[in-house]
């Protein structure tokens, strides 16, 4: 009974075929390929896989790339399913003041990260903060009651660095260190950039402990997530597919369209 999970972000389209739709399962295979090279998805890399009995996706990048990776699960005669945000799932009650805006890879990162925070302590689970760092940044935090609280959204390193390649005379994209304090212009860009982010996670971590009178656990993952791995200020845990732990979660009973 293999399932597949599909994330498909900003920049790319990540899968993960599991041995069956349930948290916990073994990784079969698993795969990344950039939006640009959807259409070749079944010839370089699914075709010689066994064939999943169902999927659960989430995307952000549009119907047209949606309707693209659709093309390719139809040679398996795969229905395909899409994660919509809704008002309660996976253990989380949704606090977004439009529950169905919040973005799918959102919502399947909190769910995953929820059901990290129950595992942890199973009948007093902490509050939790669940990181991703890709093209964007996102912070989203959950009360030890399982209630979404809300979050931040900013740019990703990349995002960044173009910003200020761009904006600013004789600044490049950088390849420097980061640094306590940088003596030159590619480590402090590099610095910077890590420190923004950084601080925007501690400053939302405080929030949390005094909303809840609780030490909240911090969960990270995402493509970039590794540049963050080294900041001493950050004593989360970082989880290489938390968004495809969210999914897994909901396979059974996750609200589609």
């Not at 790319?12 to 698993?30: C, D, I, Q, T």
């Not at 606090?95 to 059901?115: C, K, M, V």
Request: hydrophobic share 45%; net charge neutral; proline share 5%.
């Amino acid at each position: 009974m293999a399932f597949l999970v599909i994330d498909i972000g900003n920049t790319r389209l990540k899968w993960g075929l599991y041995e069956k739709a349930s948290p916990g399962a073994a990784l079969m295979a698993h795969g990344a390929v950039v939006l640009e090279d959807i259409d070749h998805l079944w010839d370089t890399a699914w075709k010689d896989l066994p064939r999943p009995q169902a999927m659960l996706g989430c995307v952000v990048a549009g119907e047209v790339i949606k309707r693209r990776v659709e093309e390719q699960l139809s040679v398996w005669g795969l229905k395909p399913r899409w994660l919509v945000s809704g008002a309660q799932a996976g253990g989380v009650i949704n606090g977004y003041e439009h529950p169905q805006r919040l973005g799918s890879d959102r919502w399947a990162a909190i769910i995953g990260a929820r059901q990290r925070a129950i595992s942890s302590q199973p009948g007093n689970p902490p509050p939790v903060l669940a990181v991703m760092v890709g093209t964007a940044v996102t912070v989203d935090a959950v009360d030890q009651d399982g209630r979404f609280l809300g979050g931040l959204i900013m740019p990703g390193f990349g995002l960044m660095y173009r910003a200020l390649e761009s904006g600013t005379a004789g600044l490049k994209v950088p390849t420097g260190e980061v640094r306590d304090f940088p003596t030159n212009t590619s480590d402090a860009l590099m610095s910077g950039g890590t420190d923004a982010i950084a601080g925007a996670i501690e400053r939302s971590l405080r929030r949390l402990a005094k909303k809840t009178g609780r030490q909240p656990m911090l969960i990270m993952s995402g493509g970039a997530v590794s540049r963050l791995s080294h900041v001493e200020e950050l004593p989360g845990s970082i989880v290489e597919n938390l968004i495809f732990e969210g999914l897994l979660t909901l396979a059974e009973s996750a609200v589609t369209e």
